[in-house]
């Protein structure tokens, strides 16, 4: 294969040089960086990552093949994926294809041959920027650069969430674990207190794993699309309200933010993660902000504020809470990030309701915080008591 040149022009008129991979449309996204040294098809399938082209910078990437059990969703959501060098012949006996075909399948463009240390870097010392992944070379960057500079991430909630309710059993063929990691786990965490439980999920953009970790513990799980009134899944009388990961600005999301003032007001156990944390405390009253470069890998240290345990986190987000609009008669600071101190979950006052902004369902990952699932359990058996 003849490898065609592709070109990463940044906003500040950087660009890089490397080879093209996957499809060689030409796209113009915002540029993020993740750390993760594995993991890269969920990443490729996380609907976090929709209006985002992604750096990993882990040098080599695609070695170990693309599984398509491992797949968070049913296909891939970054607009573009740039690396420092592509495997184009992978070794692991669960391997079914490899990821440049993979690419080529789902229509990302991406880059490889080019130096992405320098390029997070940048994106470190700048801020997250806009950028364009294309062949063309161009002579004049005016052009490409004006579109650059105009890009904005918008409607990508609506875009990734499901379009129609539906339900997922534990029983179900189409509920068992969607990768080789949850399947490793003992089958006694399906039957742990709390299973037969009714959990309504938000799908804000929801990686799969978040209905595995409840079907897991027994729960029967449906799936709203991001749209849905509160009214409606309040009448169904769930257990417990999940509200999921997903991408973009979450000031955006101005109906989801009202439907979710009304599902504060209910007594319904609630568990948000990432983009539902940030959407509940919006829903309170609080602010978010827009990080300089965001978080996104898997080795993030978060503190538990209440016991003092420093627990290792899978991350992917680029906005935070603000906790100094919380009013503290509504919610209080429960975990912050270490390594810069910016908030990473909030316990809400008199209600049954915690969030975080990490993902405790990571998979694969680090495992640590799997117990927060187990904590919504407990919260909806106290609630079924009450």
Known sequence: MVNMKAYLILEDGTVFTGSSIGSQREVVSEIVFNTSMTGYLEVLTDPSYAGQAVVMTYPLIGNYGISYMDMESQKAW??????????????????EDTIQHFLEQQDIPGICGIDTRALTKLLREK??????????????LSEPLSRIRSYRVTGVVAATSCKKKFVLNPSDPSAEPVSVHTAERPESLRKRAGAGKRVALLDLGAKKNIAQSLIERGCQVTVYPCGTPAEEILAAYPDGIMLSNG??????????IRQIRKLYESDTPIFAICLGHQLMALATGADTYKL??????GNHPVKDLETGRVYISSQNHGYAVDTDSLDPRVAVPAFVNVNDGTNEGLRYVGKNIFTVQYHPEACPGPQDSGYLFDRFLKMMEVNADA
């Open 247 to 256: 991408p973009g600005d979450p000031k955006e999301n101005e109906e989801i």
């Open 127 to 140: 801020g997250t920027m806009n950028g364009m992944i294309t062949t063309k070379s161009y002579g004049d």
């Open 292 to 297: 300089k470069y965001g978080h996104r890998g």
């Open 78 to 95: 970054p607009d573009g994926y740039i690396v420092r060098e592509l495997s184009r012949i992978p070794s692991n006996f669960r391997s």
